[in-house]
């Protein structure tokens, strides 16, 4: 409340005297001359950081008088040239140069990792058929809707024409996979949006979009390969399938496994069996 007694009687206060018996250092500021601060813990980044600023300024110094030196000796015909030494205080730019450089040096470590570890240039990836490093998979032409009757064109049985599947309403660009040209061991699926085949695994009965009926783990697995395909690193979304509403009152797809039981085969001889087995 010294200020309040000052106001009041015009009596200076008593000049403040620092009884702490901690280390004192110079002020680095140089707001005040001969004022020492304390050399405590909580003070050594300002401290250090105004050493580094000393130590700068003193570098700098130096390098002018170098280049002072240079400019007298020219002017006397001692020495030629221009002074090329660059000042060490200087901050440096990176410009777009410096920003390529850095991108092509990135790369190159990239490359050469590779080839160490997996023997690839390019981590064994095939660049020819990887959607990722296509433009089309981070700037999309806008996505088609079709009609089931128009996607049904595009089955694989017109030559030349690309291959599209759909599942859920999703239409995707399968024309990569040897499985589902004409012929293949998935061939049904293309042209069709076979959502329902993908969870009951009844090809030929449930080339369908109706999902009625299906339980909780079958949505899952349908979930599981609308993920599979849109993580795919050839199949590409290309667009959505418009279908016709499905009449509520028309019977579910009946599920082929509960049909009514077939006459019962004669046993086969004993023995290995191989059986084909083709990935989408």
Known sequence: MSWLKTSLTGEQPAPYVDTSEEPKVRDPSGLR????????????????????????????????????????????????GKF??????EEVEVNLGGAL????????????AGKFFVGSWTWGTELENNKWLKVKTYFPDKERLFSEHMLAGFDGSVPGRPIYLAIDGEVYDV???SAYQ??????????????????????????????????????????????FYANHKTYRKIGRVSHRPIDPSSPIPEDCKKKKPQQQQPQQPAGPHTKDKTEL
Request: glycine share 8%; hydrophobic share 35%; charged share 35%.
């Open 33 to 80: 001359d001969g004022r020492m601060v304390s050399n405590k813990k909580a003070n050594q980044p300002f401290l250090k950081y105004a050493a580094y600023r000393e130590e700068r300024a003193a570098e700098h110094r130096r390098w002018e008088e170098r280049k002072k030196a240079h400019e007298e000796k020219v002017a006397k015909g001692e020495a030629s």
């Open 84 to 89: 090329t030494e660059r000042d060490p205080t």
């Open 101 to 112: 450089k850095f991108l092509v040096y990135a790369l190159l470590i990239v490359l050469l």
């Open 175 to 177: 024309s990569e996979g």
């Open 182 to 227: 004409p012929g293949g061991s998935y061939a049904h699926f293309a042209g069709v949006d076979g959502a329902r085949a993908f969870a009951t695994g009844c090809f030929k009965e449930h080339r369908t979009h109706d999902l009625r009926g299906l339980s909780e783990k079958d949505l899952k697995a349908i979930q599981h390969w609308k993920d």
